[in-house]
């Protein structure tokens, strides 16, 4: 279905395209400067637009910032997929790797935008909530039925596996977000180090443990 301006209308080529020069200028900005400076204004001026030509396709700034997180979804049912479709006979370590790469690139692409979801989620935003819930959980889901498959019937339930799933994705998803903030103290240990370390903890939860005896 075609989007339509704020009046009801559906966007013809010249309304969608600047609709998506908003969003654009909404993404570079949101790359550089804190969100508090943010406003409709400077994102109008940004697109080489006027304030009025904002609120005819957008409500106000969190219509704008929820439409541009929307964006990486696809991309996120990607990472999801890397793991979901893997072969089950696909080595432990492989299949950590598969998912940690997809995983990676899919934060360095859209660091900006997720950060700034995540941030208006915390807030208590209820949309920005479900549409990060919503974007997360296919991802946890899969990472809990590889930690599931690796253990024998009965001997850890579906729970405890996405309890365990998404403990490791909060850590993943705190290294992703923070990974090009300056540090006032600097880690012993580069990036390199701390995604090999996310493949070995993750290799360990799909390796295949032994059945009660």
Do not use: C
């Amino acid at each position: 279905m075609k989007p339509t301006n704020k009046q009801g209308q559906r966007l013809g080529r010249k309304g969608e395209e600047s609709r998506r020069r908003l969003l654009d200028a909404t993404l570079s900005l949101i790359k550089v400067e804190a969100l508090h400076k943010l406003s409709a204004s400077r994102i109008a001026r940004e697109a080489g637009m006027s304030s009025q030509s904002f609120y005819l396709y957008f409500k106000d700034m969190d219509d704008i910032l929820l439409a541009l997180a929307e964006e990486p979804a696809t991309d996120a049912a990607e990472v999801a997929a890397a793991l979901a479709n893997a072969p089950d006979d696909l080595p432990p370590e492989s299949a950590a790797r598969t998912f940690v790469k997809a995983y990676s690139e899919y934060w360095n692409r859209h660091r900006a935008t997720l950060n700034v979801r995540n941030y208006i989620a915390d807030s208590g935003n209820m949309a920005f909530l479900k549409l990060r819930q919503d974007t997360t959980m296919p991802i946890i889901y899969a990472v809990a039925d590889r930690i599931l498959a690796a253990h024998p019937a009965g001997t850890l339930d579906r729970p405890s596996a996405v309890a365990r799933a998404v403990i490791v994705y909060l850590a993943m998803e705190r290294m992703a977000a923070r990974s090009d903030a300056v540090q006032y103290s600097p880690l012993d240990v580069g990036a390199v180090d701390l995604i090999q370390a996310e493949i070995e903890i993750l290799a360990q939860l799909f390796t295949r443990t032994q059945g009660r005896s």
